[in-house]
């Protein structure tokens, strides 16, 4: 693997803007990944965006809300490419399906991502890694300022809501983040309030019934002086887990069973738990999912699992609260 600073990052892009170019990013896209790779593709004249698996519900929300179809991602990994660009991920084990494709790819592989930098053991990877960053969205505000592309006002809003999104609504947020911010409203023709109010969801009074449920009847336990909470969520796993944590846990976990078939699970963690803890949820989702015979991936304090083994529900949370415990042992804060 070689590491590259911003300027080769730079002329990479522009000397790769005719070839034909792949661009995906981590399993269970959110919000970050998959506006970084649109607005990179906007760039990018024979680029495709493809996605390993799934795109998460808030992610898929935003796209359609601002005119672009989440569905029109395919998940076909396009091995005739010249390039393929990875966005907000660090290594090849959190691209899900694409994973195996990846690892037999024998052309060049540029990783784009704001986390510390992961070794990937293949002689074609070039990696960019900066954590000054806020999000993997502020990166490629960043290129595409600095290559002098003019961005059109769907993409100004969609790298907005991915620099948001990622900067927990600021409370992560970078001095430069600010400066992008308002270079992005600028160019959106579109006021902060308006944007998060796109960005918003209100889920209907049925749904949210049931997210109120779900919490009422988890189970929650103090460890280490922090607080877990589990439970089954009747439909989205991801919205009972983002509420546990909005009402104070500190790391939670629910899981959901679609139509008897297929088993999904959800994790959340407080910020910034992840670098007190060094943990990575997105890691560790990855690495469970194999219990249910699935896959699983996503970001240090949001990811998520998902596969067949639906009977295997309370071993995955047993692993999940075990394999934390001992980052917990062994990372005293």
Same mark, same amino acid.
């Given at each position: ?8 990052? !730079? ?5 790769? @803007? ?10 269970? =896209? ?6 970084? #790779?649109?607005?990179?593709? *906007? ?5 495709? +965006? ?8 808030? #992610? ?55 986390? *510390? ?13 900066? &954590?000054? %960053? ?13 290559? =002098? ?6 993409? *100004? &809003? ?25 270079? /992005? /409203?600028? #160019?959106? !023709?579109?006021? %902060? ?20 449920? $779900?919490?009422?009847? #988890? ?11 589990? =439970? ?9 887990? $983002? $509420?546990?944590? @909005? +009402?104070?846990?500190?790391? *939670? ?6 139509? =008897? ?6 994790? @959340? ?6 670098? !007190? ?28 699992? %998902? ?9 995955? &949370? ?16």
């Amino acid at each position: 693997m070689r590491s590259i600073g911003f300027n080769a990052l !730079k002329s990479l892009l522009h000397e790769s @803007r005719d070839k034909r170019v792949m661009i995906t990013f981590h399993s269970v =896209g959110d919000s970050d990944s998959v506006s970084s #790779a649109i607005a990179l593709s *906007a760039y990018l004249k024979n680029a495709t +965006v493809a996605k390993p698996d799934l795109i998460s519900s808030n #992610a898929a929300r935003i796209m359609k809300k601002l005119g672009f179809d989440p569905e029109s991602i395919p998940m076909a990994f396009d091995d005739s490419s010249d390039l393929v660009i990875l966005v907000d991920v660090n290594t090849f084990d959190e691209c899900g399906a694409f994973r195996e494709k990846l690892l037999s790819f024998n052309k060049d592989v540029l990783i784009i991502d704001h986390h *510390a930098k992961r070794d990937v053991e293949i002689g074609n990877v070039i990696a960019f890694n900066d &954590e000054s %960053y806020n999000s993997s969205a502020s990166i490629i505000y960043s290129l595409l300022e600095s290559l =002098g592309f003019e961005i059109d006002e769907r993409i *100004a &809003e969609l790298l907005l809501t991915g620099i948001i999104s990622d900067s927990a609504e600021l409370r992560n947020a970078m001095p430069d983040t600010f400066m992008q911010i308002g270079k /992005l /409203l600028k #160019a959106s !023709k579109k006021d %902060y309030q308006t944007v998060l109010e796109d960005m918003a969801h209100v889920a209907d009074p049925e749904a949210r019934e049931q997210t109120i449920n $779900d919490l009422m009847h #988890a189970r929650t336990e103090v460890r280490s002086g922090l607080l877990f909470v589990y =439970g089954s969520a009747h439909s989205h796993a991801n919205l009972a887990a $983002d $509420d546990a944590i @909005r +009402v104070g846990a500190d790391i *939670a976990l629910f899981m959901s069973v679609v139509e =008897g078939r297929e088993v999904s699970f959800s994790a @959340r963690m407080r910020p910034p738990l992840d670098r !007190k803890l060094h943990l990575h949820l997105g890691v560790l989702m990855q690495s469970l999912a194999k219990i249910i015979n699935g896959t699983g991936g996503g970001h240090p304090c949001a990811a998520g699992a %998902y596969g067949p083994l639906t009977s295997k529900g309370r071993e995955f &949370e047993d692993k999940f609260r075990e394999r934390i415990l001992d980052l917990i042992r062994s990372n005293p804060r």
